[in-house]
């Protein structure tokens, strides 16, 4: 074996560019993030031939001295850390003095930069890790990095290049997210030939989703209130993060989380992920516990196979985060998750229960295509499109931000002939896309089927549909109601309510029903046995794998006990996340209040339909049963008049 020797800096350089520097935006995002950690108020970045040609990031920040410049390139040469310690409260986006030399190696570098305090500033030259020159030269203070031929020494790495639409894709999304972390900041992204996005300062996040995105995104979006949750009590200490159990621990700073964000309303369904954002101190993560924390608070109003939009900024003390995870810093680790997870999921929930929004007649039928067309059809680019997925976006597809375009009109619902018709916008609705900010004051109308509490009031049924729809009629407009899952609603926010007062009490049944399981039933019915008896379930072992429901919640009858019972435990063990207690019970209420309520083709006289309407209008969230579906949908008033052309 040959002997031991350390390698060559370049080398080294070389191997960590690897980790770093997997693309044209991985090289993007380094040096934007040193633009920002530079205190930078405008960045701009220009792009030729998807970045594999050039990279251009000039910032107007600190920029640095000549010493300095000459420091930067050297490994593990960094400002921003000086001992240990200081690691375990991460301030900036940077910290592990790895990009700069690692770019260098792999690429032709030029950089150029002056520091306020220096007359003349200096430019660096340096091709594939070696030194070509150093020369002062006359520069405005901050900092512009020029990459040429990144990988032009690692064919095999430059082989595995995308088309330059795809890099251009990836590093259009990546300056998307920063501009929207740092909304009181300028970005500019462009081409030779094309200025994809041109941002000036702005004072609130939303104004920033409306200069990137449009009116149309925005509508489809609630503001969270902004929301500051205290320290959590020391005995929530969970600590799987490495920082917990450091130095600093005794006399860390008073914790306090601030959260902020947008969530899409509960008419908008994605197909996947992908418009997901958390940025956790105002850098994009991708964290499975705060993806869980979103699942769950849309649990119950979004289908299980249907995914929001999110927009989640969380600002968290830098000692409660721990970002020395993953080299390129994606991801990060929570001294408190649970304090974060449950905190994230209430701002959430919150904002979803005060909406008690209701579907209108234009989303009949088909939500999952009309979230897909909202998404590709919808006016401007919408947050998928822009933002990136973990798969690579294929070739040509849209990534456009410029999002002052019209495109193919949304389709919608024609009441007569039940098919799609084209929706024509109204001119109030286009002039939000007309990139005019100062019409709208910063609060475009919201023209998304979005009801109050009133709107649903005094709803006075007028008869079934097939004894199964109801159809009603009150100040706002005609409404279509189905029984089964308006019913469903009602008793699931009962069923939930008594349990969160204390134990349900179930009806007792005149025989015990026994029950035969299957070893997982069993072992899932060993796991939630207490809380099924909180839930108003009595059942007990009754022999090998076989139970006996002596009592069970009121309305379910006997005949479909047992299979809401096993249908419970199916639904236990299929998602491994319900043994959170909270998760658990709302499942539980949620497959009783489906097997209790009403069905449809069933005959309701005019007492229990008004009985009905009057309940679900009392609910938290009258516009979707427990697993989703829609319950009510309505033809306002105006809709009304404009199919008469009254309006
Ligand atoms: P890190 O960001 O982890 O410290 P880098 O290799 O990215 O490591 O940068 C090394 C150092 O160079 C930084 O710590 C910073 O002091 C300096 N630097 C890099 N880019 C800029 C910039 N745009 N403006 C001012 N200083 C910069
Ligand atoms: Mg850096």
Same mark, same amino acid.
């Given at each position: 074996?040959?002997?031991?020797?350390?390698?060559?800096?370049?080398?080294?350089?070389?191997?960590?560019?690897?980790?770093?520097?997997?693309?044209?935006?991985?090289?993007?995002?380094?040096?934007?993030?040193?633009?920002?950690?530079?205190?930078?108020?405008?960045?701009?970045?220009?792009?030729?031939?998807?970045?594999?040609?050039? *990279?251009?990031?000039?910032?107007?920040?600190?920029?640095?001295?000549?010493?300095? %410049?000459?420091?930067?390139?050297?490994?593990?040469?960094?400002?921003?850390?000086?001992?240990?310690?200081?690691?375990?409260?991460?301030?900036?986006?940077?910290?592990?003095?790895?990009?700069?030399?690692?770019?260098?190696?792999?690429?032709?570098?030029?950089?150029?930069?002056?520091?306020?305090?220096?007359?003349?500033?200096?430019?660096?030259?340096?091709?594939?890790?070696?030194?070509?020159?150093?020369?002062?030269?006359?520069?405005?203070?901050?900092?512009?990095?020029?990459?040429?031929? *990144?990988?032009?020494?690692?064919?095999?790495?430059?082989?595995? *290049?995308?088309?330059?639409?795809?890099?251009?894709?990836?590093?259009?999304?990546?300056?998307?997210?920063?501009?929207? %972390?740092?909304?009181?900041?300028?970005?500019?992204?462009?081409?030779?030939?094309?200025?994809?996005?041109?941002?000036?300062?702005?004072?609130?996040?939303?104004?920033?989703?409306?200069?990137?995105?449009?009116?149309?995104?925005?509508?489809?979006?609630?503001?969270?209130?902004?929301?500051?949750?205290?320290?959590?009590?020391?005995?929530?200490?969970?600590?799987?993060?490495?920082?917990?159990?450091?130095?600093?621990?005794?006399?860390?700073?008073?914790?306090?989380?601030?959260?902020?964000?947008?969530?899409?309303?509960?008419?908008?369904?994605?197909?996947?992920?992908?418009?997901?954002?958390?940025?956790?101190?105002?850098?994009?993560?991708?964290?499975?516990?705060?993806?869980?924390?979103?699942?769950?608070?849309?649990?119950?109003?979004?289908?299980?196979? %249907?995914?929001?939009?999110?927009?989640?900024?969380?600002?968290?003390?830098?000692?409660?985060?721990?970002?020395?995870?993953?080299?390129?810093?994606?991801?990060?680790?929570?001294?408190?998750? %649970?304090?974060?997870?449950?905190?994230?999921?209430?701002?959430?929930?919150?904002?979803?229960?005060?909406?008690?929004?209701?579907?209108?007649?234009?989303?009949?039928?088909?939500?999952?295509?009309?979230?897909?067309?909202?998404?590709?059809?919808?006016?401007?680019?919408?947050?998928?499109?822009?933002?990136?997925?973990?798969?690579?976006?294929?070739?040509?597809?849209?990534?456009?931000?410029?999002?002052?375009?019209?495109?193919?009109?949304?389709?919608?619902?024609?009441?007569?002939?039940?098919?799609?018709?084209?929706?024509?916008?109204?001119?109030?609705?286009?002039?939000?896309?007309?990139?005019?900010?100062?019409?709208?004051?910063?609060?475009?109308?919201?023209?998304?089927?979005?009801?109050?509490?009133?709107?649903?009031?005094?709803?006075?049924?007028?008869?079934?549909?097939?004894?199964?729809?109801?159809?009603?009629?009150?100040?706002?407009?005609?409404?279509?109601?189905?029984?089964?899952?308006?019913?469903?609603?009602?008793?699931?926010?009962?069923?939930?309510?008594?349990?969160?007062?204390?134990?349900?009490?179930?009806?007792?049944?005149?025989?015990?029903?026994?029950?035969?399981?299957?070893?997982?039933?069993?072992?899932?019915?060993?796991?939630?046995?207490?809380?099924?008896?909180?839930?108003?379930?009595?059942?007990?072992?009754?022999?090998?794998?076989?139970?006996?429901?002596?009592?069970?919640?009121?309305?379910?009858?006997?005949?479909?006990?047992?299979?809401?019972?096993?249908?419970?435990?199916?639904?236990?063990?299929?998602?491994?996340?319900?043994?959170?207690?909270?998760?658990?019970?709302?499942?539980?209420?949620?497959?009783?209040?489906?097997?209790?309520?009403?069905?449809?083709?069933?005959?309701?006289?005019?007492?229990?339909?008004?009985?009905?309407?009057?309940?679900?209008?009392?609910?938290?969230?009258?516009?979707?049963?427990?697993?989703?579906?829609?319950?009510? *949908?309505?033809?306002?008033?105006?809709?009304?008049?404009?199919?008469?052309?009254?309006?």
């Amino acid at each position: 074996m040959p002997s031991i020797r350390i390698l060559p800096e370049t080398v080294a350089n070389k191997i960590a560019a690897g980790e770093v520097v997997e693309r044209p935006a991985s090289v993007v995002k380094e040096l934007v993030e040193n633009s920002l950690d530079a205190g930078a108020t405008q960045v701009s970045v220009e792009v030729e031939s998807g970045g594999k040609r050039l *990279l251009r990031v000039a910032d107007d920040g600190s920029g640095m001295s000549h010493d300095d %410049a000459l420091l930067a390139f050297e490994r593990h040469s960094t400002s921003k850390l000086r001992t240990a310690e200081d690691l375990v409260s991460i301030a900036t986006l940077g910290f592990r003095g790895e990009a700069l030399p690692s770019v260098a190696a792999v690429s032709r570098i030029v950089l150029e930069t002056r520091s306020q305090e220096e007359e003349a500033g200096t430019r660096i030259e340096i091709a594939g890790g070696k030194l070509m020159s150093v020369r002062a030269a006359g520069l405005p203070p901050g900092t512009c990095v020029t990459v040429r031929d *990144l990988f032009y020494n690692v064919p095999a790495r430059r082989k595995f *290049l995308k088309s330059e639409t795809t890099e251009l894709g990836h590093i259009a999304s990546l300056v998307t997210h920063y501009s929207l %972390a740092h909304p009181e900041k300028s970005f500019v992204l462009k081409t030779p030939t094309q200025e994809i996005m041109n941002v000036g300062p702005v004072a609130s996040y939303q104004d920033r989703i409306f200069q990137l995105f449009g009116k149309q995104a925005l509508d489809e979006l609630l503001e969270l209130k902004e929301t500051k949750v205290a320290a959590p009590p020391a005995s929530w200490e969970t600590g799987s993060a490495a920082a917990a159990g450091e130095p600093g621990d005794t006399e860390r700073e008073p914790a306090e989380m601030v959260i902020r964000g947008f969530v899409s309303k509960p008419e908008v369904q994605r197909p996947n992920r992908n418009a997901i954002y958390v940025f956790v101190n105002r850098r994009l993560v991708r964290d499975r516990l705060i993806l869980h924390a979103i699942h769950e608070a849309y649990r119950n109003i979004l289908p299980s196979d %249907a995914f929001p939009t999110v927009l989640l900024f969380l600002e968290l003390p830098f000692a409660e985060v721990d970002v020395n995870v993953h080299p390129s810093k994606v991801e990060v680790r929570f001294r408190h998750s %649970a304090w974060v997870h449950d905190s994230a999921r209430e701002a959430i929930r919150a904002a979803l229960t005060a909406l008690k929004p209701i579907a209108s007649f234009p989303s009949v039928g088909r939500p999952a295509q009309r979230a897909a067309g909202v998404a590709a059809a919808g006016t401007g680019p919408s947050l998928q499109q822009a933002i990136p997925t973990d798969v690579p976006m294929s070739d040509g597809a849209g990534f456009e931000l410029e999002p002052y375009q019209p495109a193919p009109e949304p389709q919608r619902f024609s009441f007569e002939t039940g098919e799609a018709i084209p929706l024509t916008l109204s001119d109030e609705s286009r002039q939000g896309v007309t990139g005019t900010f100062a019409n709208a004051a910063g609060q475009p109308a919201s023209t998304a089927p979005t009801t109050t509490e009133a709107e649903i009031a005094n709803l006075k049924p007028l008869g079934q549909v097939s004894n199964s729809f109801i159809v009603a009629v009150n100040a706002s407009g005609l409404w279509i109601v189905d029984q089964h899952v308006a019913h469903e609603r009602v008793l699931f926010e009962r069923q939930l309510r008594e349990r969160q007062a204390g134990q349900v009490t179930g009806q007792r049944l005149l025989m015990p029903m026994i029950v035969q399981l299957s070893p997982r039933q069993q072992a899932t019915f060993d796991q939630i046995a207490a809380e099924l008896r909180s839930s108003g379930f009595d059942v007990e072992p009754f022999g090998q794998r076989t139970v006996a429901i002596q009592s069970a919640p009121t309305g379910i009858s006997t005949s479909d006990l047992d299979k809401l019972l096993v249908e419970l435990l199916d639904g236990v063990e299929k998602d491994a996340q319900t043994t959170n207690v909270e998760t658990l019970r709302r499942k539980i209420a949620a497959s009783v209040s489906c097997h209790a309520a009403i069905k449809i083709n069933m005959p309701l006289d005019q007492r229990k339909m008004e009985w009905l309407l009057g309940e679900l209008a009392k609910t938290d969230c009258p516009m979707s049963c427990p697993h989703g579906r829609p319950i009510v *949908l309505r033809y306002s008033l105006r809709e009304i008049e404009k199919a008469f052309k009254r309006v």
